[in-house]
């Protein structure tokens, strides 16, 4: 119960805070580290709302004590953008496709693709559908988010390829 | 949807680990990947006074072969498990049940010991594992000892395991030359906990008859289930779909699932029956 001091990295920042050992991560990173992109939904790791990278793998913030990412390196949805605003082909691909409408799920679905368009090569329906099954939208039916997320790998594989 | 406060506890060592358990008694609880244990403290469905986080025993995280065996140290990522080329080659049956289970980002930090420990009769790896006749080693203060599958698993919920005692390895043996495998199971949509299934061996001798099978049933009673009479159908025989239709039948002749809003009892004694049938065809093939 007694409050730790922590050293925890988000997007290459780090935040030194004094917390209780039962402050979920997801808490940490949207109250005490004040980036609010990261979402709250469920609570119990079925939404897949809160989906960060923990050394470059999707996990659930909200299944995970902050206390537990101390040496780890953390990304959230405002590290995909570039400083100048530029979005992401990924953020792109789901504004072109209408990937979103009320925008709850979005950066948890981006968190979770993002990385799978890291390996630069193109993904077949089925394939991204199952990358896709641990994160719920309400809104949209699902099928532009599919749309956009063969878009985004089809552009930034033919990227890797002009490299 | 926050957790109880409790006394956090993080050590380095299996020691430092089993002396807090020890220490701990019947209000410690062991945190692996927290992939269950944390919705329930969400929940507070579970409210420990102490939790004893394994994530930084760093030896509890091995994955490898020793003497033709599988090692699995309790602290495994289901998702390097899943993609390990040493399981795909010498136990693909592992791997076909990790892909089933849940979502990659569960499977990311969800761990191979945590989701045997947590004892869910409706989840993939302890069936899978009991499948393989895997061996699971405890530590504590006390001493080691080995369980297998049958001990291991009680009830709902519910290991072997004293409260002071730690899962620190799964251990797997080799299959003999000639076994095949199958993991089927239906659940409502990819990644649901399944309504029901079965994971086969099945190892073929001479004549292509069956020397040896196992039949694990999945969601069938409040552990995995050995069908041994429909193991023994198989013994002697070579496959075919008539072979396959009736072990299957007498594989789930005396379960009595439980039946709930997703599926009756009845429905499901026949869904796993299905998924039996499918699996032995598969592993024979």
Known sequence: MNPRRVTIEINGETYEREIEPRLLLSDFIRHEAGLTGTHVGCEHGVCGACTVQLDGEPVRSCLMLAVQAEGHSLRTVEDLAAEDGTLHPLQQAFHECHGLQCGFCTPGFLMSIEPLLAEGRDYDDREIRQALAGNLCRCTGYQNIVKATALAAERMSSRAQAE | ?285
Not at chain 2, 79 to 99: C, D, F
């Open chain 2, 1 to 285: 949807m926050k957790p109880p406060p409790f006394d956090y506890h993080d050590p380095r060592s299996i020691d430092e680990a089993v002396a807090l358990l020890a220490e701990c008694g019947d209000e410690g609880k062991a945190l692996a990947g927290g992939q269950s244990l944390v919705p329930l403290l969400n929940f507070r469905l579970a409210q420990p006074a102490a939790l004893v986080d394994l994530n930084r025993v760093a030896e509890l995280s091995y994955l490898g072969r020793r003497d033709g065996r599988l090692q699995i140290g309790a602290m495994c990522r289901q998702a390097r498990l899943e993609l390990s080329p040493v399981a795909k080659e010498g136990w693909p049956l592992l791997g076909a049940a990790l892909a089933l289970v849940a979502h990659p980002q569960i499977r990311n930090r969800g761990t191979v010991g945590g989701s045997a420990a947590h004892s869910d009769p409706a989840a993939e790896l302890p069936v899978a594992l009991t499948a393989l006749d895997a061996r699971f080693k405890a530590r504590s203060v006390r001493g080691d000892r080995a369980l297998s599958a049958d001990d291991f698993f009680v009830t709902h919920l519910t290991t072997a395991l004293e409260p002071d005692e730690l899962l620190v390895e799964i251990e797997v043996p080799a299959l003999p030359e000639r076994t095949g495998h199958a993991f089927h199971e239906y659940s409502r949509r990819h990644g649901d906990f399944a309504l029901g299934g079965a994971a086969v061996t099945y190892t073929k001798g001479d004549g292509d008859r069956c020397s040896a099978a196992r039949i694990v049933l999945l969601g069938a009673a409040d552990v995995p289930l050995r069908a041994r009479d429909g193991e023994q159908a198989l013994e002697g025989q070579v496959m075919n779909e008539e072979l396959a239709r009736e072990a299957a039948k007498v594989a789930v002749r005396d379960i009595e699932p439980t039946g709930d809003i997703h599926g009756s009892g009845d429905y499901r004694k026949r869904l796993i029956e299905a998924m039996v049938r499918r699996a032995v065809l598969e592993a024979a093939a």
